[in-house]
């Protein structure tokens, strides 16, 4: 069964501040989404990673798929409160149908 | 382009009434999806389709059903609401790459 763990559940931090939030399966990933939620709205793809050891940046995001491909990172430098959302981390089910299997998301409130 | 779009934003049911909700979408893609997001559980798919006239069930479909009568629109309906189905209700869709576009939501109460 693959289970996608992301940590930690909620961050709350100043203005300026840099943070990392993680997201960690039990299995290989095929590849991996990155989604930002923004309070009362729908979640928004940021980012797709694929290859082990690939590092995406997004402006002050940057997103690091591990080298096994069973872990990914996504950082944030110097945080602003247009940053505060829910990020969510995704994945291809193993059963194809292009069904995506979810974690619960890391909370992140920048406060100004 | 509107991308993925959904009626209505809120609704309030009372136990028992029942209801459509509407997601359309104006990207051509083949595969859309019902979810449902609450405090705790995360996005839970109810159901989903890979093509016009096509559908599946998801995690959690008892007490919903779907259609995809036309490729752009995916209706999802509550035939007898519960409580329990008071929920942020997301629709979204996809074409090749697994990367899915969602909808801004629907917000349900039941009393």
């Known amino acids: 069964t693959q289970l996608l763990e992301q940590s930690p559940q909620f961050l709350s931090i100043q203005e300026g501040e840099n943070l990392t939030v993680y997201c960690n399966s039990s299995?290989?990933?095929?590849?991996l989404q990155w989604y930002r939620q923004e309070p009362g709205e729908g979640p928004v793809l940021l980012v797709t990673v694929v290859t082990g050891g690939e590092v995406k940046k997004l402006k002050r995001l940057t997103f690091q798929f591990g080298d096994a491909r069973k872990d990914s990172s996504l950082h944030i430098t110097a945080a602003q409160p247009g940053d505060t959302g829910l990020y969510l981390c995704a994945e291809p089910n193993a059963g194809n149908n292009r069904k995506l299997i979810w974690g619960l998301g890391t909370s992140l409130a920048v406060n100004p | 382009n509107a991308g993925v779009t959904q009626t209505p934003k809120f609704r309030v049911l009372k136990t028992g009434q029942s209801m459509t909700l509407l997601c359309a979408q104006d990207?051509?893609?083949?595969?859309m999806y019902w979810y449902r997001q609450d405090p705790g559980m995360g996005l839970r798919l109810i159901h989903y389709?890979?093509?016009?006239?096509?559908?599946a069930k998801g995690e959690v479909p008892d007490g919903y059903n779907v259609s995809r009568l036309k490729k752009q629109n995916f209706l999802l309906g509550l035939e007898s609401a519960a409580p329990s189905q008071t929920s942020v209700y997301f629709c979204?869709?996809?074409?090749?790459?697994?990367?899915?576009?969602f909808g801004p939501g629907t917000r349900l109460t039941v009393t």
């Open positions: 299995s290989v990933f095929s590849s």
């Open positions: 389709s890979v093509g016009e006239g096509t559908t």
């Open positions: 979204a869709s996809s074409q090749s790459s697994y990367e899915q576009y």
């Open positions: 990207m051509n893609h083949e595969y």
